[in-house]
């Protein structure tokens, strides 16, 4: 079965750096969509950054020039560098991949706590 296993989340000062990453574990396929969620206490869990197979990216536009997804290993790895870090961004941070064969499916990780500090 096909695992996400998340790492990289901390405690950091604003405007620090932290590198979040995201492996697949088992007899994971090939994924469509891979992708970044965070969500705090009292909000909806909302969409950070999703990179396509063709590692084509999108941003959330809080996020936009700060964040950078990037795919690799077999396009089952998935990485959030995220520089200039604001208080704002201080959440729990999912990964999240999707595919549509051999039946569409979403799989999650546990999430990881990301800190920022004023």
């Known amino acids: 079965q096909v695992q996400l296993v998340e790492s990289g989340g901390g405690l950091v000062q604003a405007g620090g750096s932290l590198r979040l990453s995201c492996a697949a574990s088992?007899?994971?396929?090939?994924?469509?969509?891979m992708a970044w969620y965070r969500q705090t206490p009292g909000k909806e869990r909302e969409l950070v950054a999703a990179a396509t197979s063709g590692n084509n990216p999108n941003y959330a536009d809080s996020v936009k020039g700060r964040f950078t997804i990037s795919r690799e290993g077999a396009r089952n790895t998935v990485y959030l560098q995220m520089d200039s870090l604001k208080p704002e961004d201080t959440a729990v941070y999912y990964c999240?991949?999707?595919?549509?064969?051999?039946?569409?499916?979403?799989?999650w990780g546990q999430g990881t706590q990301v800190t920022v500090s004023s």
């Open positions: 999240n991949a999707y595919h549509v064969w051999p039946r569409r499916r979403d799989y």
């Open positions: 088992g007899s994971a396929p090939n994924f469509n969509t």
